[in-house]
């Protein structure tokens, strides 16, 4: 498999596609795995073994899936991971705030 570069500008122009291939693939899992109007088994799963952070069982998910592309190499165990990542973001209830912690500052010390 080789591996490339990856600036900013390589960045811009990929970014709309892997959104869309993320997209693809939790309107498919919500289907897959639907549990009612607005839950799914990913939140049950969740719900039973919900650990000290918890999701937990979604750091677990996300830890499988990392062993699974070490080995394999298949791009949609990284798409999953991505999924699962903008899953345990909702979880947590980042999507409600208003100011995010995002490491963008210029400053080292900001």
């Not at 549990?35 to 996300?62: H, M, R, Y």
């Not at 592309?69 to 991971?81: A, C, Q, T, Y």
Request: overall charge positive; some cysteine.
């Amino acid at each position: 498999m080789n591996i490339y570069n990856t600036d900013l500008k390589t960045k811009k122009k990929y970014w709309p596609k892997f959104v869309k291939l993320m997209q693809n693939q939790f309107e498919h899992g919500g289907e897959k795995y639907k549990l009612g109007e607005d839950k799914e088994i990913t939140d049950w799963v969740n719900e039973l073994a919900p650990g000290k952070s918890g999701i937990d069982w979604f750091l677990q998910t996300i830890a499988k899936y990392l062993g699974r592309f070490k080995n394999f190499g298949r791009e949609k165990d990284l798409l999953k991971i991505a999924v699962y990542c903008y899953i345990a973001w909702l979880k947590k209830g980042f999507h409600k705030k208003k100011k995010h912690d995002e490491d963008i500052n210029k400053h080292k010390n900001d």
